[in-house]
């Protein structure tokens, strides 16, 4: 079966398959390449709709007469054709990571209609401003900071509270709930729940 070779933050490789959960890809890795190699296409094509779905910047290599198995109208997944560099392949990731990106200044960051500016501790959402408590922020700043990226209540506990907490996870749990009455609406949901695993921040827009 067909498998996927994803970079972490150390830039290094690990194995996936196609029985890889999208919770599993979004928690572990930044970027993934896939091998489409052959026309046997249930592996990658499973592979690859998993990692788009899972806000995972996709770039897929493989020939030309295996196109239409993975529906590559996806804006988020980039090809590379057989034969391709290596140099065209390092290309194609960061533009597939660049659409994940946030939009950033030196001291805000956007993500559509939110803004959030680090000099102000300030959030706006479509020019109104949101009152938060000073965890609220840190949480909404630290998850928009990396969009799409899933993080378990023991890690956002560890990045956010540091050493002033001395609780249990629920508290991630209450915070997250205050925040999403603040800042959704039933045209978006910011802070999305990975069962089992933890929260990520969905941009508008964006794959994940």
Same mark, same amino acid.
């Given at each position: 079966m067909a498998g996927i070779s994803a970079l972490d933050s150390s830039l290094k490789? +690990?194995?996936f398959t196609s029985e890889t959960s999208k919770d599993e890809l979004a /928690? #572990? +890795? $930044? &970027?993934?390449? +896939?091998?489409g190699a052959g026309t046997g296409l249930a592996g990658p094509s499973g592979i690859v709709h998993a990692a788009a779905d899972a806000g995972v910047p996709v770039v897929v290599i493989l020939p030309v007469v295996s *196109? !239409?198995?993975i529906s590559a109208t996806r804006e988020e997944v980039e090809v590379c054709f057989m034969p391709c560099t290596a140099e $065209? +392949?390092?290309v194609r990731l960061g533009i597939a990571m #660049?659409?994940? /990106?946030?939009?950033e200044t030196a001291n805000t960051i956007t993500? &559509? $209609?939110l803004m959030i500016d680090y000099d102000r501790y300030e959030v706006t959402l479509k020019g109104r401003k949101? !009152? *938060?408590t000073y965890k609220e922020y840190e949480l909404l700043k630290? *998850?928009?900071s990396n969009p799409g990226r899933v993080f378990s209540r023991e890690a956002l506990l560890r990045s956010v509270w540091e050493y002033d907490y001395f609780g249990g996870t629920r508290t991630v749990d209450v915070h997250v709930r205050r925040l999403r009455s603040k800042i959704d609406d039933i045209t978006h949901h910011f802070i999305e729940t990975q069962w089992n695993v933890g929260y990520r921040f969905r941009s508008p827009g964006g794959s994940s």
């Open positions: 490789l +690990v194995k /928690a #572990s +890795v $930044e &970027g993934a390449l +896939v091998w *196109l !239409d198995g $065209e +392949v390092t #660049s659409r994940n /990106a946030p939009i993500h &559509g $209609e949101i !009152d *938060l630290y *998850l928009a």
